[in-house]
Nanobody, 120 residues
Framework: QVQLVESGGGLVQAEDSLTLSCVASGRTLSPFTEAWFRQAPGKEREFVAAIGWNGATYYADTVKGRFTISRDNAKNTVYLRMNSLKAEDTAVYYC??????????????WGQGTQVTVSS
């Protein structure tokens, strides 16, 4: 079992940037795919980005070109750099580890989430 802890959320203005971190413990992240999902109030949890063990990245269309996912395997840490933030990016952001894909069912390990609020 992998324990995931997110950090870096907060309140920012529109067009600001923010970097989220997700530190894993309990076991190495190899060979998991790491992903970020988000859930806004009253909405379903949605896929944001994923990165495979080989470094291949995948993004939701809504964040492509603005968000960048990366991982430091030596530190068991995954990052989500978010640029040009919009009010609609406001959500709780969750880190996940699992077999991959854009569906939550593909991930068996989840963090507790970190709140990101973007004011317009």
């Amino acid at each position: 079992q992998v324990q995931l802890v997110e950090s870096g959320g907060g309140l920012v203005q529109a067009e600001d940037s923010l970097t989220l971190s997700c530190v894993a413990s309990g076991r190495t992240l190899s060979p998991f795919t790491e992903a970020w999902f988000r859930q806004a109030p009253g909405k379903e949890r949605e896929f944001v980005a994923a990165i495979g063990w080989n470094g291949a990245t995948y993004y939701a269309d809504t964040v492509k070109g603005r968000f960048t996912i990366s991982r430091d395997n030596a530190k068991n840490t995954v990052y989500l750099r978010m640029n040009s933030l919009k009010a609609e990016d406001t959500a709780v952001y969750y880190c996940a580890a699992g077999s991959g894909g854009s569906r939550a069912q593909g991930y068996g390990n989840w963090g507790q989430g970190t709140q990101v609020t973007v004011s317009s």
